[in-house]
């Protein structure tokens, strides 16, 4: 691992979080307050500033414009990070915008048009926790993964945290992955990661190559981030699962 000097993470967010979150090293969630040691959290911790933009802002002046033949909705999010994006060390603010968009982007009315009858309230609050703790990884410009903790490999973190059985787990990462497959969520999702000072991008086609994603910039060299990505993915993702409690009872 590669990390840097740097002290515990501390964030206190409006919905307490699920407990068995401690079972991955170097976090602790006691309701609502959750604590992040990075020395043992991460896997790779090589940079302590994120690009974030204030959430309520992206609300008022973002959600509701919409693209045109000439300015598609990607030059919208990245005029909007242009303008309002602001680098910070904050990590309690990163988590706490993160927290605001995957509350807005998985909320309880996208559930009748998932499709998906096995989804329920339930599992979108398991994406929202999860999404919210991957906001901490971090893509340079030049490709190079900078930050990787548990929840990079977002099936395996969901599965070894909430005891979900493969299929369970395949099936929540295939809502992870919606707005790939739903251009109305996707052009949502967009909109929303401009607060992140990005775009989701997957490391991975679907459920049957899990990979995990990470909010990266635009420019961002997507040559680079598969190769490093390959080159870690196999080991790292295998000592998430490791973390699996094999008698939930």
């Known amino acids: 691992m590669t990390t840097i000097e740097t002290t515990a993470i501390t964030v206190e967010l409006p919905e307490a979080f699920d407990t068995r979150w401690s079972r991955l090293p170097g976090i602790q969630v006691d309701g609502r307050r959750i604590t992040i040691d990075p020395a043992e959290y991460f896997f790779r911790f090589e940079s302590h500033t994120w690009l974030v933009a204030d959430w309520e802002l992206v609300k008022s002046q973002l959600m509701e414009v919409q693209e045109t033949a000439e300015s598609a909705v990607e030059q919208l999010a990245l005029d909007f990070i242009k303008a309002h994006g602001e680098s910070t060390s904050d990590a309690a603010l990163v988590l706490a915008t993160a927290y605001e968009v995957y509350a807005y982007l998985f909320r309880d009315e996208h559930l009748a048009?998932?499709?998906?009858s096995q989804i329920t309230a339930?599992?979108?609050?398991?994406?929202?926790e999860a999404a919210t703790?991957?906001?901490l990884n971090k893509v340079e410009l030049d490709g190079h993964i900078s930050n990787v903790g548990p929840c990079w490999f977002f099936p395996a973190a969901t599965s070894v945290v909430f005891d979900l059985d493969e299929e369970m787990g395949g099936l929540l990462d295939e809502v992870y992955h919606g707005g790939w497959f739903n251009e109305h969520r996707r052009i949502e999702s967009i909109k929303a990661h401009t607060a992140l000072g990005g775009r989701l991008v997957h490391g991975c086609q679907s459920v049957p190559d899990q990979s995990g994603g990470v909010v990266a910039p635009y420019g961002a060299s997507m040559a680079t981030f598969r190769d490093d990505l390959a080159a870690f993915k196999a080991g790292w993702i295998e000592q998430v699962y490791a973390h699996r409690v094999t008698d939930p009872a």
Do not use: D, F, Q
């Open 122 to 128: 339930e599992h979108l609050r398991m994406l929202r």
């Open 133 to 135: 703790l991957m906001a």
């Open 113 to 116: 048009g998932l499709g998906l």
